[in-house]
T-cell receptor, first 116, second 110 residues
Framework: GAVVSQHPSWVICKSGTSVKIECRSL??????MFWYRQFPKQSLMLMAT?????????EQGVEKDKFLINHASLTLSTLTVTSAHPEDSSFYIC????????????FGPGTRLTVT | GIQVEQSPPDLILQEGANSTLRCNFS?????LQWFHQNPWGQLINLFY???GTKQNGRLSATTVATERYSLLYISSSQTTDSGVYFC????????????FGKGTHLIIQP
C-alpha cells in the first residue's frame, strides 16, 4: 500500500515555457502532499506543502508565483513551473503521508526537468 | 530549523562487509526516516523509526531520541546496496515536511 505516482517521469522544455507535474496518491487519500527539489549530487530540499482545498505553504526562498501548486482533490497535487529557466532544471519529487499515521511519508518516483 | 548531519559522506566497501551509517539531529523529532535512493532517483523507504530499534532482513536501524542520533546498519553488503542513503526528520507536527541530511554515498565493490 501507500503508493505515490508522478507524471511525467521526465520532461524537456524550452526556456520561457511552463510545465506541469502531477503527483497522485493511488491507494489512499492525502490531505497533505509535499514537493521537494533535488539538484545533482545534492540532498532533497522541501519546496512547499500542498494542502487539499487551501493555499500551499512555501518554504523560505521558494517563489510562489513561479512554482504554482494546486491540490484540487484528495489524491492529486500539481506543481507548475512557470516561465522555466535553465536554473530550474532539477529533479522534483513529491510525497504524501497517510492521515493518522504520524507523519511517515511515501515518495513518488520523481520527475526530471530539463530546461533548454 | 533543525539540522541533520550524516556520516560518513562517502563509504567504499567490499561485498560481504558490514557498515554503520550515522545520523545526528539538532532537536527532538517526531519522525525519522531512512531512505535508499537508487540510481534512477527513486527514494526507497527503509525505516520509519523516530525511536527504538527495527530490523528488516540485512538492514537494521536504531534511534536514540534522547541523544539525538540514529544508526543504520547494513550487514553482508551486496553490490545492489550501492547508492545514497538519506536520513530525514520532522521536528514539528505530522503536517510538516521532512528535513534531509546530505546523505551517505555507499559503494559496494564486488
Amino acid at each position: 500500500g501507500a503508493v505515490v505516482s508522478q507524471h511525467p517521469s521526465w520532461v524537456i522544455c524550452k526556456s520561457g515555457t511552463s510545465v506541469k507535474i502531477e503527483c497522485r496518491s493511488l491507494d489512499f487519500q492525502a490531505t497533505t502532499m509535499f514537493w521537494y527539489r533535488q539538484f545533482p549530487k545534492q540532498s532533497l530540499m522541501l519546496m512547499a506543502t500542498s494542502n487539499e482545498g487551501s493555499k500551499a505553504t512555501y518554504e523560505q526562498g521558494v517563489e510562489k508565483d513561479k512554482f504554482l501548486i494546486n491540490h484540487a482533490s484528495l489524491t492529486l497535487s500539481t506543481l507548475t513551473v512557470t516561465s522555466a529557466h535553465p536554473e530550474d532544471s532539477s529533479f522534483y519529487i513529491c510525497s504524501a503521508n497517510i492521515p493518522g499515521l504520524a507523519g511517515q511519508q511515501y515518495f513518488g518516483p520523481g520527475t526530471r526537468l530539463t530546461v533548454t | 530549523g533543525i539540522q541533520v548531519e550524516q556520516s560518513p559522506p562517502d563509504l567504499i566497501l567490499q561485498e560481504g562487509a558490514n557498515s554503520t551509517l550515522r545520523c545526528n539531529f539538532s532537536d527532538s523529532v517526531n519522525n525519522l526516516q531512512w531512505f535508499h535512493q537508487n540510481p534512477w532517483g527513486q527514494l526507497i523507504n527503509l525505516f520509519y523509526i523516530p525511536s527504538g530499534t527495527k530490523q528488516n532482513g540485512r538492514l537494521s536501524a536504531t534511534t536514540v531520541a534522547t541523544e539525538r542520533y540514529s544508526l543504520l546498519y547494513i550487514s553482508s553488503s551486496q553490490t545492489t546496496d550501492s547508492g545514497v542513503y538519506f536520513c530525514a526528520v520532522i521536528s514539528g507536527g505530522g503536517a510538516d515536511g521532512l528535513t534531509f541530511g546530505k546523505g551517505t554515498h555507499l559503494i559496494i565493490q564486488p
